[in-house]
C-alpha cells in the first residue's frame, strides 16, 4: 500500500477527528462535570451513641452500619451482590435478606444462600477521635469475611 | 429514454413507491399468505406505528428524574387520548419484539438464509438487537418502580461479565446506580440515536431482500408469476389493517403498566428484568455469572451469526424444515427440549444444590461448570442418537440445535415471567 500525502493528510484528520468524537461522545454520556460531587466521607455519630450488636440504616447514604458485640463497626453497602436490590435487616439474626431474589446474608455480610454469589460490599469506615465517618465512595469488593474488614474506635 | 419517463409517468406517487419496495411481477408462490406470515411487513408497519405514537408521546414527555412520572401521570390523566397514545406505544413494542423474533424464526425454518441471503441475515440479527435495545432504552422512561428496578436488575447482570463488566456497567449507567444521566442517556438513544440507526439499516434490508430475488422459493420447472399490483397489495393491506385494528382495540381495554414513582431505597418483590431479558435472568439464577452472562451469551452469539456460513449438505433453500422428516425432527426436538429445560429447572431449584454440596470448590466450578455440563450432556446425547439412529443430516443436526436453544429461551423466559412469584420462588 503506497502512502501519498494527500493520502496521509486525509487520514491524520480522520484520525484525528474520531478521538475527538470519541472524547465528545464518552464525555457526553457520562456527564463528568453534571455528576455532583457528594461529600466523600459520610458523618454517622459519635462511638458512644451506637449500641451493642445492633445495625443502623442509613438508606439515603446507600449503607448499613453495624455494631457488634465487641463494639467492632462494619459499613455493608445495601446493595445484593446478586442484582442490586436494596437489602433488609433480619431482625432476628442480626443479617440481611434480600426481598428480591430470597438471598441471605449472615451478620458478617457472607452468603446464607444464593442467588448471590459473593458477601455484601463494605465500605471504608475512618474514625476521627470518637466520631465516626464512613466512605460511601469507595465500596471494597469482597470475596470473603476477615477479621480486618472490622474497624475498632 | 422518454418513452421511459412517459411509462413512469402513468402511475400515482404511492404506486410508483410501491414498485420501488416490489418488482412489478412476482411468483404465485410468493404471494401465498404461509409463505411469509407477512411477519417482515408487518414489523416495518409496527415501527412506523411507534415513530408516530412516539412522536406524540415526545410533546409531553419531561425526561428529568423529578418530573418523569407525574409528566407520564399527566399524559394518562389529562390528555384527550393520552392514555390510549401510551397503550398503543407500549402495544406495539411488545408485538414489535414478538413479530422480529417470528420472523427470524420464518426466515431460519424456511431455509431463507443460505447464499446470497447470508448477508441480510447478519443485518436481520442487527436489527434485531437494535429493536431490543430500544425497547429496553424505552422501558426506563415512565421512571416507576416497575422501570427502576427492571433497569437496575439488567445493568447489574451487564456488572456480572468478567473484567470489563463494572467499566461498561457504569458507562451505561454513567454511575454506579441508575440515576438521572441514565434517564437523560436512555432518553436520547430510544427517541433519537436507535431510531435512526434502525431506519438506515432497514432501508438497507429492504434493499437486500429485493437484490436477492425477493422471497426464498424451492426450486419449480415451470413459473407462474402474476401482478404485484392488485395480489400482492391487497393482501399487504388486509394484514396491515388488520393489525392497526386488533392494536387499537386492545389498547382500548387493555392499560400499558405504571406503578408508584420509582423509589431507590425500596425493592419491590419480587423485581423482574422486562419480560424478554427473563430467560438471561434465569439463567443467571442457576449458572456462575462467568459462564451466564459471558461465555453463554457470547458463544451463542458467534454461532447465530455463523450460522449461514457453516458447511451444508443437502440445503433446500425455500423448502420449509429442509425436509419432510427434518419437520418431524424438528417437533420433536421442541417438545423435548421444553420439557427438559422445564425439568431441570426445577431440579436445579429443589433437588441438586450443588451450590451447598459444592461448598468447598471454587464456585465457578459447583455453580457453573456442573449445572452448564447437566445441560450440555443430556443435548449432545440427545443429538448423537438423532445422528447415530436416525442417520439424519448435519444441515438438519444443526436446525435441531438451533431449535433445541431456542425453545429453552423461550421455556425458562416463560417460567421466570409467569411461575416465579413473590421471592422469585416457583410456584405453580
Known amino acids: 500500500m503506497k502512502l501519498n500525502r494527500r493520502k496521509f493528510i486525509k487520514r491524520l484528520v480522520i484520525a484525528i477527528a474520531s478521538v475527538e468524537a470519541f472524547f465528545l461522545v464518552r464525555h457526553g454520556i457520562t456527564k463528568k462535570t453534571a455528576v455532583i460531587n457528594k461529600e466523600s466521607l459520610v458523618f454517622v455519630g459519635e462511638e458512644s451513641k451506637f449500641f451493642k450488636n445492633n445495625t443502623y440504616p442509613f438508606l439515603s447514604d446507600q449503607f448499613y452500619l453495624k455494631r457488634f458485640d465487641d463494639g467492632g463497626f462494619m459499613a455493608f453497602s445495601v446493595k445484593c451482590t446478586h442484582l442490586g436490590c436494596v437489602v433488609n435487616i433480619n431482625t432476628k439474626t442480626g443479617g440481611f435478606n434480600c426481598p428480591c431474589h430470597a438471598s441471605r446474608f449472615d451478620s458478617y455480610g457472607n452468603v446464607l444462600s444464593a442467588p448471590a454469589a459473593r458477601p455484601l460490599d463494605i465500605f471504608p469506615i475512618v474514625v476521627k477521635g470518637k466520631e465516626l465517618y464512613v466512605n460511601t465512595q469507595k465500596a471494597i469488593i469482597r470475596q470473603s469475611f476477615d477479621q480486618k474488614q472490622i474497624t475498632y474506635v | ?428
Not at chain 2, 78 to 83: D, W, Y
Not at chain 2, 349 to 363: A, R, V
Open chain 2, 1 to 428: 429514454m422518454s418513452k421511459n419517463i412517459s411509462e413512469d409517468r402513468k402511475y400515482s406517487p404511492f404506486v410508483n413507491f410501491i414498485l420501488h419496495l416490489h418488482p412489478k411481477r412476482i411468483d404465485k408462490r410468493a404471494v401465498a399468505y404461509n409463505r411469509t406470515y407477512g411477519l417482515g411487513g408487518i414489523a416495518a408497519l409496527l415501527f412506523v406505528l411507534l415513530f408516530i405514537t412516539g412522536m406524540i408521546l415526545r410533546f409531553s414527555y419531561i425526561p428529568n428524574i423529578e418530573y418523569a412520572y407525574e409528566s407520564v401521570v399527566a399524559l394518562q390523566n389529562q390528555s384527550l387520548f393520552g392514555k390510549f397514545i401510551r397503550n398503543l406505544h407500549h402495544l406495539s413494542a411488545t408485538l414489535l419484539i414478538v413479530v422480529t423474533f417470528l420472523h427470524l424464526i420464518r426466515v431460519y425454518y424456511s431455509q431463507s438464509i443460505y447464499y446470497k441471503r447470508s448477508r441480510n441475515w447478519i443485518f436481520g440479527l442487527i436489527l434485531l438487537f437494535l429493536v431490543v435495545l430500544s425497547d429496553f432504552t424505552g422501558y426506563l422512561l415512565p421512571w416507576d418502580q416497575l422501570s427502576y428496578w427492571a433497569v437496575t436488575v439488567i445493568t447489574r447482570i451487564i456488572e456480572s461479565i468478567p473484567l470489563v463488566g463494572k467499566a461498561l456497567a457504569d458507562f451505561i449507567r454513567s454511575g454506579d446506580s441508575v440515576n438521572e444521566n441514565t434517564l437523560l442517556n436512555f432518553y436520547n438513544f430510544h427517541t433519537g440515536i436507535l431510531p435512526l440507526f434502525l431506519i438506515i439499516i432497514m432501508s438497507y434490508h429492504f434493499w437486500l431482500v429485493r437484490k436477492a430475488g425477493g422471497v426464498a422459493l424451492p426450486e419449480t420447472e415451470k413459473k407462474e408469476t402474476v401482478e404485484v399490483i392488485p395480489h400482492l397489495v391487497v393482501k399487504e393491506k388486509m394484514a396491515a389493517l388488520i393489525v392497526i385494528a386488533g392494536l387499537f382495540l386492545m389498547s382500548v381495554f387493555y392499560d400499558a403498566p405504571l406503578l408508584d414513582e420509582a423509589n431507590p431505597l425500596k425493592s419491590p418483590n419480587p423485581t423482574k428484568a422486562p419480560w424478554y431479558f427473563l430467560g438471561a435472568q434465569e439463567l443467571l439464577f442457576h449458572l456462575h455469572p462467568v459462564f451466564s452472562a459471558f461465555i453463554i451469551p457470547v458463544s451463542l452469539g458467534f454461532y447465530f451469526i455463523y450460522i449461514p456460513f457453516f458447511k451444508y449438505e443437502h440445503l433446500h433453500v425455500g423448502v420449509w424444515f429442509n425436509s419432510a422428516s427434518g419437520k418431524k425432527i424438528m417437533f420433536r426436538s421442541v417438545i423435548l427440549s421444553i420439557i427438559f429445560t422445564f425439568v431441570l429447572i426445577y431440579l436445579f431449584e429443589h433437588f441438586l444444590l450443588f451450590d451447598i454440596w459444592m461448598n468447598n470448590w471454587p464456585s465457578w466450578i459447583g455453580t457453573g461448570l456442573i449445572p452448564l455440563l447437566c445441560y450440555v450432556v443430556p443435548v449432545g446425547a440427545f443429538l448423537l442418537f438423532l445422528q447415530k439412529r436416525h442417520q439424519v443430516n448435519s444441515t438438519e443436526l444443526k436446525m435441531s440445535f438451533t431449535t433445541i436453544l431456542l425453545s429453552s429461551y423461550i421455556t425458562m423466559m416463560l417460567t421466570a415471567l409467569l411461575l416465579r412469584q413473590e421471592g422469585m420462588l416457583l410456584i405453580f
